[in-house]
T-cell receptor, first 115, second 113 residues
């Protein structure tokens, strides 16, 4: 079966522009996670969806970041007025039911470069 | 809040030698612990996980990890390194709700022929 897919795989943008990153989770997975991985650093948890709801948005770095999920499927992470420090790989993962012991299945990531 | 510390951002071992990657966690509740691996140009995939059953957990490709509550550790080992083990390894802990996961900064494993 298909795994988690993300698009675009690479995005180069100019400082101040808005970008939208897309994640398609594994079909039937109710839980979806977004992470940011800066160069040489670990994964930074951003936000978690259970169905279409995000119980806690406190992991988002600033109010320039927003995320939504529709149809308990596709999710988009939007970064407004991008800054150079937003440059990173953005990873999406999904799990079957969002239980803490479940395996997360990761997508290949979107590499974002803000010039 | 939980956190994960991986000692050693880079580890080099000779082919056939023991692999030991260290992970320590801090958690106020019994944790769920994971090791994920990222091979070059691939996405992260689960290597193994501890979910409060057996403290010695066996994973794919001959890796295993032992949960030691007294040491708050979950070190990853493999008796004999193979060239194909060269990758980035991440230790992670989840809270008891599944709402948040905390990853370490990763350890890059190099296997020397």
């Amino acid at each position: 079966g298909a795994g988690v897919s993300q698009s675009p795989s690479n995005k180069v943008t100019e400082k101040g522009k808005d970008v939208e990153l897309r994640c398609d989770p594994i079909s039937g997975h109710t839980a979806l996670y977004w992470y940011r991985q800066r160069l040489g650093q670990g994964l930074e948890f951003l936000i978690y969806f259970q169905g279409n709801s995000a119980p806690d948005k406190s992991g988002l770095p600033s109010d320039r970041f927003s995320a939504e999920r529709t149809g308990e499927s596709v999710s988009t992470l939007t970064i407004q007025r991008t800054q150079q420090e937003d440059s990173a790989v953005y990873l999406c993962a999904s799990s079957l039911a969002g239980q803490p012991q479940e395996t997360q299945y990761f997508g290949p990531g979107t590499r974002l470069l803000v010039l | 809040a939980q956190s994960v510390t991986q000692l050693g951002s880079h580890v080099s071992v000779s082919e056939g030698a023991l692999v030991l990657l260290r992970c320590n966690y801090s958690s106020s509740v019994p944790p769920y612990l994971f090791w994920y691996v990222q091979y070059p140009n691939q996405g992260l995939q689960l290597l193994l996980k501890y979910t409060s059953a057996a403290t010695l957990v066996k994973g794919i490709n001959g890796f295993e990890a032992e949960f030691k509550k007294s040491e708050t550790s979950f070190h990853l080992t493999k008796p004999s390194a193979h060239m194909s083990d060269a990758a980035e390894y991440f230790c992670a802990v989840s809270d008891n709700t599944g709402n948040q996961f905390y990853f370490g900064t990763g350890t890059s494993l190099t296997v020397i022929p």
